[in-house]
């Protein structure tokens, strides 16, 4: 099963979960790869993934389109007067899909960012049809940023294979120290997976039954 991952913001730590999910599905005997449709800046997130990625990838397929200037991809694209191809995305996407058994999509910034000048984040994820992996970072605010985006993915009819809280024992104050909690409350029927300093995460929740029983099996 692949995997949408998008963030909260701009930000949480999405690359750096996408990475760690490289990492334990590969553990796992998936042979898994990243994509970054989308840069826009420097292309370092996508060549991190590509270094996290099982071999047979190359960087022109994990980050289609690389726009320069660092900011929301609508606006990068004008600045540099050049249309995003999103077929051109699509097409990757499938390739990578025949030849790898999981993709973990990274989108870029956050799940309303806008991608043209009628299409968002959201939609792209929309047309894909992929579970969606929602991270965001342990921090105050994130309770609120996390329903909006859970909101807004299921009223765009796709499923959130779960939320993903980034750096849950990072430096606390007193809303990092009940972040988890409550989410947990809040969220029923939701994966949770807390991410920390001190323990491997286990992201079996999120693949759902292919990935458990491989795991189960190792």
């Excluded at 994509?35 to 996290?52: F, H, N, Q, V």
């Excluded at 999981?102 to 929309?126: H, M, N």
Aim: net charge negative; with cysteine.
């Amino acid at each position: 099963m692949s995997l949408f991952l998008t963030g909260t913001g701009t930000g949480v730590g999405k690359t750096s979960v996408a990475i760690q999910l490289l990492h334990w599905l590969r553990l796992h005997g998936i042979r898994a790869a990243g994509m970054k449709p989308i840069c826009c800046g420097d292309r370092e997130d996508a060549r991190r993934l590509l270094a996290a990625s099982a071999e047979g990838i190359s960087i022109e397929e994990l980050n289609p389109i690389w726009l320069q200037s660092p900011v929301a991809p609508s606006v990068a694209a004008q600045i540099e007067q050049v249309d995003i191809d999103l077929g051109k995305i699509r097409n990757c996407f499938r390739n990578l899909s025949e030849r790898f058994d999981t993709v973990i999509v990274e989108g870029v910034g956050g799940w309303l960012v806008p991608i043209t000048a009628d299409l968002f984040v959201s939609d792209f994820a929309k047309q894909l049809d992929l579970p969606v992996a929602i991270v965001a970072e342990n921090r105050l605010g994130c309770l609120n940023h996390v329903l909006l985006t859970l909101e807004s993915v299921q009223r765009h009819g796709l499923v959130c294979a779960g939320v993903i809280l980034n750096q849950a024992n990072g430096p606390t104050d007193l809303a990092q120290s009940t972040n988890e909690t409550e989410l947990r409350r809040l969220l029923a029927g939701i994966n949770l997976v807390a991410i920390d300093e001190t323990s491997e995460p286990d992201f079996a929740e999120v693949f759902g039954g292919s990935e458990r029983q491989i795991c189960s099996e190792s």
